[in-house]
């Protein structure tokens, strides 16, 4: 028998709210005499119907009579129920209005008073949310401080990047006291925490909390099966951005367990290159709060050029509001720590050796094309173009290098500290050998905890005065608020990236305004990345917060900028 129509879950933009859509010339016959209120959709075999209890049950006898194709399943089965009567949808716990919660007695320590709004926060939404405070405001105590006040949430389960995890330790060390099996505080004690370091399965000791990084976590899921988790952390929970990855398939899988009670996300950047990355994020913290995936694109977004799914401007603040109302708290540091200066960003084009840069550029091109003519499949053609773009990028930072060296000596005459950040290990090894009178400080992927943190404490004491750091080593669980000026020799293409960096300086305890300068070399790779970045931050930051920060020019990044060119026109009048 052919269908009647269509039932889809969409949003209707005339009514503002969630409805049914029914399409097909039989089925709006059939609507048209048995719903008091309905209305046209767009097209001429379209109806839109109210998402009502008693609509529901109307549609569940249409559909019983006659057969309609039912695109938003999950959604339809937890309208309808197991008994064929629609069930009131549960209300979501609102938390627009906060107080000043203070901590539990297992909370040692002081909360700001934006921290103890976030608890409650936390608390009114149960512990399934995403806090998506602005970096450097203390997420990680937040959550402990709602660890240490809500009951029945241990054992707690903490996923985050593995240059974190000894820090989460710390923190909890820190934060918090022990309770004893007859519920009394040890002061001297702390939480047990058993820090896992290992792909290989073996059965968990009894621990209070488990922290494990999102690489290995997919091995040691049958493990964490087995143990009766309260609570799962997702520390900069933007790492399940894809949907289609192992680590998201192994969150979801833990998320789903019958024990679990309490599911927080933890990210200053929830959103890293598209609005829709968004999605996959929310689904683990509350799912169905956007739909299925395929209902939250068809409504919310479009597709661009290169197949990806682009929040649409028009929807943007409509998300926000409802991500704000229902799952994420969004506070910048602005609205929250009034003694906390302005963060500055610059773009300063600076030159290259466009010689040596057009004669890398031709190699690099000549070896795609020899390499495309060799692959077989589209899969080997796409990894021989992203290989040519990698190295392209890094054409482009070895072109600029003396000129990135330059500007950083030149702003190190003017002020103490400095942080700059780049990509490639070459880059990141030739500014040390040529800022070697520096003595800097140094972050770079693969060093042992212990290095990076010896690191990260002699340029945080002033023992070194410049910490040269890769921008995805260095981005995130550190603080560097003894600098206020933070220089990126080279882009990277997520503007998320950029953020997480500059506000490794922007935290609390830094008392000066940052200044943050991207250097692009001209007539290169740079001046296309840059375009990008500005395109991808005005999606991300209409979705999350309502004003808009750009990379345009201050007039207090121009005077620090004027006297760094005066310095160098000094020199190089000397030098003549």
């Known amino acids: 028998m052919a269908r009647s129509g269509i039932l889809e879950y969409v949003m209707d933009k005339y009514s503002n709210s969630w409805s049914w859509k029914l399409t097909g010339s039989r089925a709006i016959g059939i609507v048209s005499q048995t719903f008091p209120q309905s209305w046209y959709g767009d097209g001429p075999n379209e109806v839109i119907v109210p998402d009502t209890p008693e609509n529901i049950q109307r549609i569940q006898r249409i559909i019983d009579q006659c057969p309609i194709e039912v695109h938003s399943k999950s959604t339809w089965n937890r309208r309808i129920g197991t008994a064929g009567v629609a069930k009131k949808p549960k209300k979501t716990p609102k938390t627009e209005k906060l107080s000043r919660i203070n901590p539990g007695s297992q909370f040692r320590g002081k909360l700001l008073n934006f921290q103890k709004e976030g608890l409650d926060f936390l608390i009114k939404s149960s512990g399934n949310a995403l806090l998506a405070d602005e970096m450097g405001l203390g997420k990680t105590v937040q959550t402990l401080a709602y660890l240490a006040t809500e009951k029945n949430v241990f054992p707690v389960l903490v996923v985050a990047p593995l240059v974190t995890l000894k820090n989460w330790q710390r923190e909890i060390d820190k934060f918090l006291k022990k309770r004893s099996k007859n519920g009394r505080m040890k002061n001297s004690e702390s939480p047990t925490s058993k820090l896992i370091r290992r792909g290989r399965r073996k059965i968990l000791e009894k621990s209070d909390f488990y922290i494990i990084n999102y690489e290995l976590l997919e091995k040691r899921v049958p493990d964490f099966m087995n143990i009766n988790l309260k609570t799962l952390v997702c520390d900069e929970v933007h790492y399940l951005r894809s949907k289609s990855t192992k680590k998201h398939a192994a969150i979801k899988k833990l998320s789903a367990m019958e024990s679990l009670e309490h599911r927080i996300g933890l990210s200053g950047t929830p959103i890293y290159n598209h609005g829709s990355e968004i999605w996959p994020i929310a689904d683990i913290l509350r799912p ?77 091109w000549n070896k795609f094309e020899k390499s495309k003519a060799k692959s077989k499949t589209t899969l080997e053609k796409y990894s021989s173009y992203q290989r040519a773009i990698q190295s392209e990028r890094q054409v482009a930072g070895l072109a600029k290098i003396p000129h990135v060296i330059n500007f950083v000596r030149n702003i190190m005459e003017i002020e103490e500290s400095v942080v700059v950040f780049c990509h490639h290990k070459s880059i990141h090894k030739l500014l040390n050998e040529k800022l070697a009178e520096f003595h800097p400080s140094t972050i770079i992927g693969g060093q042992s905890d212990t290095a990076r943190q010896e690191n990260i404490d002699s340029f945080q004491k002033g023992d070194s005065n410049l910490m040269i750091a890769g921008i995805r080593a260095g981005n995130v669980g550190i603080n560097l608020s003894n600098a206020r000026y933070v220089i990126f020799a080279e882009l990277d293409w997520s503007p998320a990236i950029h953020q997480q960096a500059e506000d490794r300086l922007h935290r609390i305890g830094q008392k000066n305004t940052v200044f943050a300068y991207y250097l692009i070399g001209n007539n290169t790779l740079d001046e296309h990345v840059a375009n990008v970045l500005i395109n991808k931050s005005y999606e991300i930051d209409t979705i ?14 121009q005077l620090i900028l004027a006297q760094i060119q005066d310095l160098l026109r000094s020199n190089a009048t000397a030098d003549g």
Do not use: P, W
């Not at 926000?320 to 084009?349: A, F, G, T, W």
């Not at 999350?544 to 201050?554: F, P």
């Open 288 to 364: 169905g709060l956007l739909g299925t995936y395929s209902e939250f694109c068809r409504y919310f977004c479009y597709v661009n050029e290169r197949g990806k799914s682009l929040v649409l401007e028009n929807k943007r603040k409509l998300l926000r509001e409802k991500l704000q109302k229902h799952i994420m708290l969004r506070r910048k540091k602005s609205d929250v720590l009034k003694y906390l200066q302005d963060k500055v960003r610059y773009k300063e084009y600076i030159d290259s050796d466009t010689d040596y840069y057009r004669r890398e550029l031709q190699k690099i």
């Open 544 to 557: 999350l917060d309502a004003g808009v920060q750009t990379y345009e020019n201050k007039e207090k990044a």
